[in-house]
Structures are given as structure tokens and as C-alpha cells.
């Protein structure tokens, strides 16, 4: 078993972290640590392990093997270093960092300390995401050239996720999600980024509404949006030479076309025939964290990698900073 310490016991740490960490024989909960009373008692109660205030102390008298951190995001990669340095492997949600050179400081700790350091990135893992792959891969829309990746809410937030002093922000919040989701369809560097962030009707000072436009080197154009004040947008429109998809969170459908071989030049527009089926998927679009955690557990092992590199993690570091430098400045952003 792997002994494991939870830091961090709020809302996601108590429920998507813990939920498949007790489920698993696979991992042995040793030590929760989190500032909140509440929280600890509540951690007690359900594990009968120590609790901890203090992570440090945490670090110094567990010493688990293996640290889950789900805490508020500025707190993320010092709390990370100081878990490998420490010697235990870290799993760290998102976002891994807030900035680029923080992810870097990151990566730099792992090295040295030989530990693994596992950036949280679920929605890789989403059904709507395989399933688009799939109808991509069949090539039933043609040659893409331009993915949408949306989502829209009318509810208010007064969390600390409305504060720039703790990291928060929709950028950082859901760009993890909608950023890197598309950019796993297409295997291309990004070239430019161009960030719109806008704080609309949630209260603190970070942004509640964000669109960002990926250019990769490949042609193909990336728009991720979240949108405050808005229903009932598509969550996927992927555009192909051959057709498009259409997705509402788990109902998939596809407009494929089939061109004619030769093109009548006296036409206004060519005929085309059309074909459209719809797929239904099951399961959660954001990842499910009953399937990830056994995978978590065999890369522990060092019987499989991790399915996030630090790499590609870096990667979306530059480019959620590259947005929030292209919003303040109204320009496209070089990476």
C-alpha cells in the first residue's frame, strides 16, 4: 500500500481526491493535513489517522510516500517542493502552478529530488474528449482546421477563486480544462496566443469570463471560452474540410460531407452529399477520478508513465501565462 497524506481537505480534496484514495487498497491514508477545524474533524472522523495544521510537521513525523495537494492554487508549488524535497512523491491538481517560473521551480525539485511529480490534468481523461478523438481519428470530418472548446454558466462565485492574492481566476481555474483539452486532438506546437479576460459579475479582482485563441504551427486555430451569463452553448465545434462536430456536453453529433469527384465550374456551388449520425456518451467529460487513481497508483509502481508529462504541463503553463500577458497588453502573444 502507499502511504499517502492528503493536503488540503476542502470541497475537492474531501471528495475527488479522497472518494477513489479510500476505495483503493492500493493506497493507505497515513495523515490529512488542512488549517480549517472543521475540516480535520471531519478527516478524523472518516480515516482515524493524524491530523495535521502544519504540513511540515506533517512531512517530518509521517513521512507518507506519497502527498496529494489540493489546496489554493498560490500555495501549489511551494507546497509541492517542499514535499519532494522531503522525499514523497506529489500529485498537485490544477493549476500545477500559476506561473512559469514556478512550474519550473517545480520540475527542478523533482530532479533533484528524484521523486515523481505528477501534475492533476482529469479532464484528459474525458469521455466527450475520447470519443471526438475517435470520430477525428476515422476521419469522418476531414482535415480539421479549427476546434472550439466552450463552457457557460449563469452562477455567481464568493469563494477565494474570485481573488488574485490566492491564485484565482477563471484563467487558471478553467483553462486547465479548456485549453489543454483541444490541444490534445492536434499534435502541433502552439505559435501565438491571444487572450481576452474580462471580469463581468462575479466580485473580487480576477477575471470570470475568458475567450483565448490558440494559432498552432499545424493551421489549425484553438478557441477556448468560458462564459459567464450564458446558456446553452455547444461545449465542442470542431470544424474539418469534410465536415463538423457538434457536441452539448455527453451528445456528440456529426455532419460529415462527401464531395464530388469533378465540380461542374458553371455551378454557383458544388453538390455535396450529407451524412450526420449522433453518439452518445457515458461517463464524466471532466475525467473520471475512479479510473485515474489506479492508473496513479501503477506509475507510482513505475509499471506505466503517467499519462501527464511535465512537459506538456510546462507547455500549458506558457500558454495560460501567455494569455494573461496578451489580454493586458491587446495583442497576440509570441510562445
Known amino acids: 500500500m502507499i502511504r499517502t497524506a492528503i493536503l488540503g481537505y476542502g470541497r475537492n480534496g474531501s471528495t475527488m481526491h479522497a472518494n477513489p484514495i479510500e476505495k483503493y487498497d492500493d493506497f493507505e491514508v497515513v495523515a490529512v493535513c488542512d488549517i480549517d477545524p472543521e475540516a480535520q474533524e471531519k478527516a478524523k472522523k472518516r480515516f482515524g489517522c493524524p491530523i495535521y495544521d502544519d504540513y511540515h510537521q506533517m512531512l517530518e513525523v509521517e513521512k507518507p510516500e506519497f502527498v496529494v495537494i489540493v489546496t489554493r492554487s498560490s500555495q501549489h508549488a511551494q507546497m509541492a517542493i517542499d514535499c519532494l524535497m522531503a522525499g514523497a512523491h506529489v500529485l498537485v491538481t490544477k493549476p500545477w502552478a500559476t506561473n512559469v517560473l514556478d512550474a519550473q521551480r517545480m520540475i527542478a525539485a523533482q530532479q533533484i529530488s528524484g521523486r515523481k511529480l505528477f501534475p492533476w490534468l482529469p479532464a484528459r481523461f474525458g469521455v466527450d474528449l475520447r470519443a471526438i478523438k475517435e ?8 482535415r480539421v482546421f479549427e476546434i472550439r472548446r466552450s463552457a457557460c454558466t449563469f452562477g455567481l462565485r464568493f469563494d477565494w477563486q474570485t481573488e488574485s492574492k490566492y491564485g484565482g481566476g477563471y484563467l487558471l481555474n478553467w483553462g486547465p480544462h479548456l485549453i489543454d483539452q483541444p490541444l490534445q486532438l492536434t499534435d502541433s506546437p502552439v505559435k501565438y496566443v491571444y487572450g481576452n479576460l474580462r471580469q463581468t459579475i462575479n466580485p473580487g479582482d480576477v477575471e470570470d469570463n475568458l475567450r483565448v485563441i490558440c494559432h498552432l504551427e499545424n493551421g489549425v486555430t484553438v478557441v477556448s471560452e468560458y462564459l459567464i451569463a450564458a446558456g446553452d452553448y455547444p461545449s465542442w465545434v470542431i470544424q474539418g474540410d469534410r465536415g463538423t462536430i457538434y457536441a452539448h456536453d455527453h451528445e456528440i453529433k456529426v455532419h460529415s460531407i462527401k464531395l464530388p469527384e469533378h465540380v461542374d465550374k458553371s455551378e454557383y456551388r458544388s453538390k455535396v452529399e450529407h451524412k450526420e449520425y449522433t453518439v452518445t456518451c457515458e461517463g464524466n467529460i471532466y475525467g473520471d ?22 512537459e506538456s504541463a510546462l507547455r500549458l503553463s506558457r500558454i495560460l501565462e501567455a494569455a494573461k500577458r496578451s489580454s493586458e497588453l491587446h495583442q497576440e502573444v509570441c510562445l
Open 135 to 142: 470520430i477525428i481519428d476515422r476521419g469522418d470530418i476531414g
Open 289 to 310: 477520478e475512479f479510473e485515474i487513481y489506479p492508473h496513479i497508483a501503477r506509475a507510482l509502481r513505475g509499471e506505466e508513465p503517467y499519462f501527464v508529462t511535465l
